[in-house]
Nanobody, 119 residues
Framework: QVQLVESGGGLVQPGGSLRLSCAASGIIFSHYHMDWYRQAPGKQREWVARIGRRLSTNYLVSVRGRFTISRDNVKNTVYLQMASLKPEDTAVYYC?????????????WGQGTQVTVSS
């Protein structure tokens, strides 16, 4: 059964840090590029970061230098280390594969993990 389970979110003050995790199952994890996305209230989901099968990385300009994506192909897990957090980073964060996972003909998304940056 295909599953992506995000965790690690929470409430943090501006300037703080969080580490998100996304555990994958039901897929050959090492075969996929992995992405993090986020969706803020009232906004469309946006791409945040990517780590390729060969560990190349790429970031949304607004998070470059503050966020670090990594992966563990033994644990089938992708991480997002977030530092110097800003209120505008507040969103539900999701991971997914590239290409996006399709389950029963529909794009599959996990439940996400809420990140709230507020004083």
């Amino acid at each position: 059964q295909v599953q992506l389970v995000e965790s690690g979110g929470g409430l943090v003050q501006p300037g703080g840090s969080l580490r998100l995790s996304c555990a994958a199952s039901g897929i050959i994890f090492s075969h996929y590029h992995m992405d993090w996305y986020r969706q803020a209230p009232g906004k469309q989901r946006e791409w945040v970061a990517r780590i390729g099968r060969r560990l190349s990385t790429n970031y949304l300009v607004s998070v470059r230098g503050r966020f670090t994506i990594s992966r563990d192909n033994v644990k089938n897990t992708v991480y997002l280390q977030m530092a110097s957090l800003k209120p505008e980073d507040t969103a539900v964060y999701y991971c997914n594969t590239d290409p996006l996972l399709i389950v029963n003909g529909n794009k599959y998304w996990g439940q996400g993990t809420q990140v709230t940056v507020s004083s």
